[in-house]
């Protein structure tokens, strides 16, 4: 069977756009663009703001006000991300099944990026057909409800958004860039995940070391064919 894979990254030019960050509104931005040369010759800001606007003076292409706008909020949201409020979901909920009360233990430390945790999960579909994958705990914290899954009304199932996704029926591996983690494919080790905050790199091949500040734990449940979770401790930087 032939498998399709797909790797999903930021879009392109989103690191460069890190250079709109100074700029507050859409004048600023086509301020930077001004020559003296044109302030000279034509004698109004204005007028040398239209200049700039046409694309006579940048290197690239020159955002519109729309784009410009919409880029800045991208960046911005990545370099700057807005801490939300949160609560516990996993408080006063039924921890009976094993794979929940691990979670449950490490929800808080993930919330609070002390903790980001991987959790691999492979289980089979009422169908017979196996689906597996790699969940970067913290981040589908803040990006879905936990509470259906506390409370026993919901298994936690892999996506296709997910760190690592494999779908042996459709014959569907993807690997995506997640809030915490980068998939690495490594030509001698396979697939690593690196720490996009700390840049430490974790193995998920339990016949190697999982890495500098993170380990491994195998958790069974009568739910789950196989739960393995990986939790990295953060390093700060001082």
């Known amino acids: 069977m032939t498998m399709a894979e797909k790797k999903n990254d930021y879009p392109p030019g989103v690191e460069a ?42 290197l690239g292409d020159t955002l ?15 370099v700057y991300p807005i801490t939300k ?6 408080e006063g909920t039924d921890l009976e099944d094993p794979f929940k009360r691990e979670l449950a ?5 993930n919330r609070i990026g002390i903790l980001q945790s991987i959790i691999f999960i492979r289980h089979f579909t009422r169908s017979g057909f196996e689906i597996s994958g790699y969940i970067d705990y913290a981040h589908r914290l803040i990006t879905q409800d936990w509470g259906p899954f506390f409370k026993s009304k919901k298994m936690l199932w892999p996506k296709d958004s997910d760190l690592g ?29 690196q720490n996009r905050h700390d840049h ?22 009568p739910m789950y064919t196989q739960i393995e979770i990986y939790d990295h401790v953060v390093r700060k930087k001082s």
């Not at 233990?105 to 430390?109: F, G, K, L, M, P």
């Open 17 to 58: 756009d890190r250079r709109l960050l100074p700029f507050e509104t859409w004048e600023d931005y086509l301020d930077s663009l001004i020559e003296i040369a044109d302030l000279r010759n034509l004698r109004s800001i204005p007028s040398a703001r239209i200049i700039a606007a046409l694309g006579y003076r940048a």
């Open 64 to 78: 519109s006000e729309k784009e410009f706008y919409a880029r800045r909020a991208v960046i911005q949201n990545i």
């Open 85 to 90: 409020p949160y609560v516990l979901v996993s």
């Open 105 to 109: 233990i490490r929800e808080r430390a």
């Open 165 to 193: 996704y494999f779908h042996w029926r459709h014959g569907t591996v993807r690997s995506n860039i997640s809030r915490n983690y980068k998939p690495v494919m490594d030509p001698e080790q396979g697939l690593l995940f």
């Open 200 to 221: 430490k790199i974790i193995c998920p091949n339990p016949e190697q070391e999982t890495g500098q500040n993170s380990t491994r734990t195998r958790v069974y449940s």
